[in-house]
């Protein structure tokens, strides 16, 4: 490892909580989103993915633009074992696949739920609504409307 490396490597595994090779190694230092984030430049510089510095540590292959995604589904793991280099979609699907999408009611932004987006599209097959009247009455706009009704959002219901 080049000297430059071993400070950084030692910051970052005095952070870790190390188990056993298939035990997840949680990140104990500042998260983001349950994420470990790590200073590897002096005060003021910008932050790193602890577990993404993990990977690249200990399996010396360069990542550049890929993302290092989890087996494990856990964020704040950094167990090299638990860690792959995948692409953005790949890593998206693996999340999907996995049922940690956070879709419906679990997004975020999410305004409605799943009960509302029911009952929304059974007064819409119902007749007598126009969609400036459903957006109206739900707090979402006309575009969203049509979009629930057309189920390219919400197509999980």
């Known amino acids: ?17 190390k188990g056993g090779t298939n035990e997840c190694w949680p990140w104990t230092g500042r998260t983001t989103r349950g994420y470990g984030r790590i200073q590897t430049g002096g005060r ?18 360069a990542i550049e633009g890929l993302e290092v995604c989890h087996s494990c589904d856990n964020p704040s793991c950094c167990n090299p074992a638990h860690l792959f280099p995948g ?14 999408a956070a879709r419906g009611s679990r997004h975020p932004n999410a305004k409605l739920s799943e009960g509302v987006i029911i ?6 097959e119902s007749g007598g609504f126009s969609m400036r009247e459903l957006a109206k009455a739900f707090g979402v706009s006309t575009q969203m409307i049509w979009m629930i009704l057309t189920k390219q959002s919400w197509k999980h219901l």
């Open 119 to 124: 009952d929304l599209r059974r007064k819409w």
């Open 87 to 100: 692409t953005r979609l790949e890593n998206q699907r693996d999340m999907a696949s996995k049922g940690r």
């Open 44 to 61: 003021g510089t910008p932050t790193t993915a602890a577990h993404r510095l993990a990977f690249t540590l200990s399996c010396y292959q």
């Open 1 to 17: 490892m080049p000297p430059a490396i071993k400070p950084i490597a030692a910051k970052l595994w005095s952070r870790v909580k």
